[in-house]
């Protein structure tokens, strides 16, 4: 098993342009989520699903879009970059609310 | 005010010392998660916990649901021990972090 594969590794964007990052997994988990983790802050929920066609709202999630349409896979959208969304993304899946498995995480500058 | 506080923020220990990290939340729970981060960025997944204690190898986490607080031991620390330790809760849909404790143990 691959476990969570996230991709890019690294990206680099210049403010008001778009792209996807995206999320799959390949232990048939329902759950799956979008977390950013900012220098010496804790990860932060953008959003997650708990299944095919079921998405909901984290903590923050404002500027953000995310769509589930297969169990295996899960994009995040950033539209219209700002400098504010320079972070590290984590994916991450579970079977229901047990223990999350964590991709290896992209790391995004805007400039 | 974080829903979720650690301490300490940051730890230095010689090889072989027994070692603590402390976590308190604020928030209704289900469960509680333990999580270490690699200096490389990856996180794995330690321990879920709703009551009282698990223990994997020389990791043992604790928690007390009345007064709201976990703990996570290491005995015989190593310096593969060092990394950041991250707690975290599920309330509800929500999922809360702590900020993490940077763990450093010194040969």
């Known amino acids: 098993n691959a476990g969570v594969t996230q991709t890019p590794k690294f990206r680099i964007l210049k403010i008001g342009q778009s792209m996807t990052l995206q999320c799959a997994q390949d232990?048939?988990?329902?759950?799956m989520y979008w977390y950013r983790q900012d220098p010496g802050m804790g990860l932060k929920l953008i959003y997650y699903?708990?299944?095919?066609?079921?998405?909901d709202k984290g903590e923050v999630p404002n500027g953000y879009n995310v769509s589930r349409s297969t169990t295996e896979d899960f994009p995040l959208r950033l539209e219209l970059a700002a400098p504010s969304q320079t972070s590290v993304y984590f994916c991450?899946?579970?079977?229901?609310?047990?223990?999350?498995?964590f991709g290896p995480g992209t790391r995004l500058t805007v400039t | 005010k974080n829903e979720v506080e650690q301490s300490p923020q940051n730890l230095t220990a010689q090889e072989g010392e027994f070692i603590t990290i402390n976590c308190s939340y604020s928030?209704?729970?289900?469960?509680l998660h333990w999580l270490q981060q690699h200096p490389g960025g990856g996180i794995v997944s330690l321990f879920m916990?709703?009551?009282g204690k698990k223990k994997h190898g020389r990791l043992i986490a604790t928690i007390n649901i009345q007064e709201k607080h976990s703990s996570l031991h290491i005995t015989a620390s190593h310096p593969r021990d060092s990394a950041v330790y991250i707690c975290?809760?599920?309330?509800?849909?929500?999922?809360?972090f702590g900020t993490g404790t940077s763990l450093t143990v010194i040969p």
């Open positions: 699903s708990v299944g095919a066609g079921i998405t």
């Open positions: 975290a809760v599920t309330a509800g849909n929500q999922f809360y």
């Open positions: 991450a899946s579970s079977y229901r609310e047990y223990e999350q498995y």
């Open positions: 928030v209704g729970i289900s469960a």
């Open positions: 916990l709703s009551s």
């Open positions: 232990m048939n988990h329902n759950y």
